[in-house]
């Protein structure tokens, strides 16, 4: 059965940075996207953050997080990462790590909501002063 475990969601104030992790587990598959999604309220829906294929070069970013958020990963450990750097009150959301077998026709993975079926429980991220 297939397992996503957040950590790392913490109160920080504007322009501070914070470091998630996700945990995957009952899959072995490396070629898996994996991506990191955020929910800013519970009226508000899922906006992608960043996606990936673990190991590859390049990421696929929301265009309100490119040059402050990296996603890294270590398929020895089925670990990823995201390094949220500069954060504003607008990053505040709870933060759910997201996999799936789904690719963009381009190879790249995708980042919407729909083509993800294994999803973890969120951690939550709070940006204020």
């Known amino acids: 059965q297939v397992r996503l475990v957040e950590s790392g969601g913490d109160s920080v104030q504007p322009g501070g940075a914070l470091r998630l992790s996700c945990v995957a587990s009952g899959y072995n598959n490396t070629n898996r996207c994996v991506a990191w999604f955020r929910r800013r309220s519970r009226e508000q829906g899922r906006e992608g953050v960043v996606s990936l294929v673990p190991g590859a070069k390049s990421a696929s970013y929301g265009n309100s997080v490119k040059g402050r958020f990296t996603m890294s990963t270590d398929t020895t450990k089925m670990k990823f990462e995201l390094q949220m750097n500069s954060l504003e009150p607008g990053d505040t959301g709870l933060y759910l790590c997201?996999?799936?077998?789904?690719?963009?026709?381009?190879?790249?993975?995708?980042?919407?909501?729909?083509?993800?079926?294994?999803w973890g429980q969120g951690t939550q991220v709070n940006v204020s002063s």
């Open positions: 997201a996999a799936t077998l789904v690719r963009n026709g381009d190879g790249s993975c995708p980042l919407a909501v729909t083509e993800y079926r294994f």
